[in-house]
């Protein structure tokens, strides 16, 4: 849409209300809101102003002032709002240079689609994130200098099979493990999920299908279909957004952590891509699985670079409760076709060309997905500028292996702290053409040791009263 066009969206919709949102630097959504009088031709360009030293990761209070640029193509009329409300995605820039931002992650992925286009190799990356999540019926936490603790529920989770509700207890409990495609009534969140699907297609999200998954308690995947880079990225975090708000007005909360719930499997973002160029498929061709030399070498970059890509793709300190052997979690560092227990799958469900790709299943859904798939676009770009060997397949179950076999095998980090030193030693594949700065990167690992891997390393946890209380 042009600014004339997303105007006369704003009239024939009847919005009151301009509410502009940008990305900030963890990945947490921001809002901003105006009478929609204001959104003029002229705003998209000029912008709005806002505090950038107030938002995570960003400016100093000297250098504060900052500007929101309307992305008019990006608009859409929140489905959630009492009044009209017509939503935009901004893009930010300095008020004196007017330059895009650098610790804007949105800017960052369009650098890393210029970068693509720069390097001859493809004009377009597309990605299909697969966004796992819980929607739960209570949450509860708590930490302060002398105690912590959390609480989650879910009517359908394995543990409240002897809970007696009001009415009675009506049974059809998921067990552990066993929550991929039941029907109602153990699939108690059908419609539910049906609502957010209805809701994305209706904010202009390509939906492809929608089920319950494995854990117990409520959790969830709705598969939307492939996009360009950037536009999935929005896509994503409007997903979000969608999920949050409708299991809000269902009495429900629903959570994107990867590892909520002990003993179960966690919530991943299994994450497809494949890149084109002038309308043909590069990832095609009679190599392995089907695929071409390009599609392995950017195999070959982004195991070669895994450990650091999970800084951003894999970016919480519960995100490595998730990666661990035992809950289709991919801990190993290979390819393989079919394999779910490999970091890189080559999905074989179509022998059609415009069907080959690769999923990398380390990331998860508390990641930016800006700067996620730019780190995982960086690599791949990497791995087929060096012509990068991605080693041999194993199609074997890799949790399978003898102890000597497996340990031949490199695997994730095992902490955020792993990820982010292993970003410190290996980054230079991101700072090509300046797509992340140097100082992108210090800002990410300063920021998540201060403020997350420091911070949850100086509080006792509640299982640690069990194991020493009485020492």
Same mark, same amino acid.
């Given at each position: 849409m042009t600014p004339k066009e997303v105007i006369a969206l704003a009239k024939e919709k009847g919005c009151k209300i301009l509410d502009l949102r940008f990305m900030d630097f963890p990945g947490m959504w921001q809002h901003t809101s105006y009478p929609i009088a204001e959104l003029t031709e002229s705003a998209f360009d000029d912008g709005f102003g806002f505090d950038g030293s107030s938002i995570r990761g960003w400016q100093a209070i000297n250098e504060s002032d900052m500007l929101l640029i309307p992305q008019p193509e990006t608009a859409f009329v929140d489905p959630f709002r009492t009044e009209s409300t017509l *939503?935009? +995605?901004? &893009?930010?820039?300095?008020? /004196? $240079?007017?330059?895009? @931002?650098?610790?804007d992650p949105r800017n960052i992925a369009r650098k890393a689609i210029e970068f693509l286009e720069s390097t001859g190799i493809a004009d377009t990356a597309f990605f299909g994130p697969e966004a796992e999540f819980f929607v739960f019926d209570d949450v509860r936490f708590g930490q302060n200098e002398h105690e912590g603790f959390y609480h989650v529920d879910s009517g359908e989770g394995a543990w409240n099979t002897g809970r007696c509700e009001e009415g009675g207890n009506l049974g059809h409990k998921l067990r552990y493990k066993e929550g991929y495609f039941p029907t109602p009534p153990s699939d108690s969140l059908m419609d539910i999920r049906t609502a957010m699907v209805l809701h994305m297609i209706e904010c202009g999200i390509d939906v492809e299908c929608h089920h319950h998954e494995v854990a117990t308690g409520g959790q969830c995947e709705i598969d939307m279909r492939f996009s360009p880079m950037v536009e999935m990225a929005d896509k994503l975090v409007l997903y979000k957004y969608i999920v949050k708000n409708v299991a809000h007005m269902h009495g429900k909360t629903a959570t994107f952590m990867p590892k909520p719930v002990f003993m179960d499997n966690g919530s991943g973002m299994h994450t497809h891509m494949s890149l084109w160029k002038g309308g043909e498929p590069l990832f095609a061709g009679d190599g392995y699985a089907g695929l071409s030399q390009t599609a392995m070498h950017a195999i070959g970059g982004i195991l070669t670079h895994a450990k650091a890509i999970c800084a951003f793709s894999n970016p919480s300190t519960i995100s490595y409760k998730r990666l661990v052997p035992g809950y289709e979690a991919p801990v190993n560092l290979a390819m393989s076709r079919r394999n779910r227990s490999a970091a890189i799958r080559i999905p074989v469900y179509s022998p059609s060309p415009k069907a080959k790709r690769l999923e990398f299943?380390?990331?998860?859904?508390?990641? =930016?997905? @800006?700067? *996620?798939? $730019?780190?995982?676009?960086?690599? %791949?770009?990497?791995?087929?500028? &060096?012509? !990068?060997?991605?080693?041999?397949?194993?199609?074997? =179950?890799? @949790?399978?292996?003898?102890?000597?076999? %497996? %340990?031949?095998?490199?695997?994730?980090? *095992?902490? /955020?702290?792993?990820?982010? =030193? %292993?970003?410190?030693?290996?980054?230079?594949?991101?700072?090509? $053409?300046?797509? +992340? !700065?140097?100082?992108?990167?210090?800002?990410?690992?300063? @920021?998540?040791?201060? =403020?997350?891997?420091d911070a949850l390393r100086l509080r006792p946890h509640p299982f640690e009263f069990l194991m020493y209380y009485d020492i």
């Open positions: *939503a935009i +995605f901004c &893009n930010i820039q300095d008020p /004196l $240079s007017r330059q895009d @931002y650098t610790r299943r380390c990331p998860d859904p508390s990641c =930016n997905p @800006y700067l *996620a798939f $730019s780190a995982l676009l960086m690599a %791949a770009i990497d791995g087929i500028e &060096n012509q !990068t060997d991605p080693g041999q397949p194993l199609d074997v =179950n890799i @949790y399978d292996l003898d102890p000597a076999q %497996a %340990a031949e095998i490199p695997t994730t980090p *095992a902490s /955020l702290e792993e990820a982010l =030193n %292993a970003l410190r030693d290996d980054h230079d594949f991101l700072t090509k $053409s300046d797509v +992340f !700065t140097g100082d992108v990167i210090d800002t990410w690992i300063d @920021y998540k040791m201060e =403020n997350e891997v």
